[in-house]
């Protein structure tokens, strides 16, 4: 079975804050795929990254990065100095197709 | 617009009516999974398909239910008989292979059941 854990419900930073959205898999595969998807209050779902499970370096693009270990089966997600438009909710679905329960975050000025 | 299309964006059903979504998957694409969120909550999948085969439903409601992608034409996820608690946004999403790429979303369906 595969099980997904996003631990924070909600969080609310302040502009320009940096702020870690943590995810947490269960899986028996020995290879898989790691994603992170967004879902602005437009509803709409946005994909954000894959990355796959052999390849363990951290991963950057402009405000966010990806720090994805193997050895904990954490693949937390970090915008640096946030903005109001990251306001969302972000999903982690490390194993392709089931989600996390999404984390909400509220970025206000 | 090359993406995967949903129609209807909003859907009214009254309680009892039947519920059809539709969702025509990206070009190349003969995947499609359809997931539930319902108010203030995640993703929950539902059913995952191929062209005329159902792959894995172990997310849909046992009773009322049902999902088809036939060879020609649209996924169809079709509710009978809806209740109010069916009232959610419905998201289907497309992949050319299964689960190692990217889900490609639709907009989702936003079903009401008055």
């Known amino acids: 079975a595969q099980k997904v854990t996003q631990a924070q419900t909600e969080i609310s930073v302040v502009e320009k804050e940096d702020v870690t959205l943590d995810c947490v898999y269960e899986?028996?595969?020995?290879?898989?795929?790691l994603f992170w998807y967004k879902q602005p209050p437009s509803g709409e779902l946005v994909f954000l990254i894959r990355?796959?499970?052999?390849?363990?370096q951290n991963e950057i693009s402009g405000r966010y990065s990806w720090n994805f270990q193997k050895s904990t089966s954490s693949f937390n997600f970090t915008i640096t100095a946030s903005q109001v438009v990251d306001s969302a909710v972000y999903f982690c679905?490390?194993?392709?197709?089931?989600f996390g329960t999404g984390t909400r975050l509220q970025v206000t000025l | 617009n090359a993406g995967v299309m949903q129609n209807p964006r909003h859907l009214v059903r009254r309680r009892g009516q039947e519920a059809r979504l539709r969702c025509s998957p990206m070009k190349g694409h003969s995947h499609v999974y359809w997931y539930r969120q319902l108010p203030e909550e995640g993703l929950k999948f539902m059913v995952y398909l191929q062209k005329e085969n159902i792959i894995d439903e172990s997310g849909m409601p046992k009773e009322r239910f049902s999902a088809e992608f036939p060879k020609e034409g649209p996924s169809i996820l079709r509710i009978q008989q809806v209740v109010r608690g069916d009232s959610a946004a419905y998201f289907c999403?497309?992949?050319?292979?299964?689960?190692?790429?990217?889900?490609?979303f639709g907009n989702g369906t936003r079903l009401t059941v008055t």
């Open positions: 999403a497309s992949s050319p292979g299964q689960g190692r790429v990217s889900l490609h």
């Open positions: 679905a490390p194993l392709g197709v089931t």
């Open positions: 990355r796959n499970s052999f390849d363990e």
């Open positions: 899986t028996r595969d020995t290879t898989y795929y």
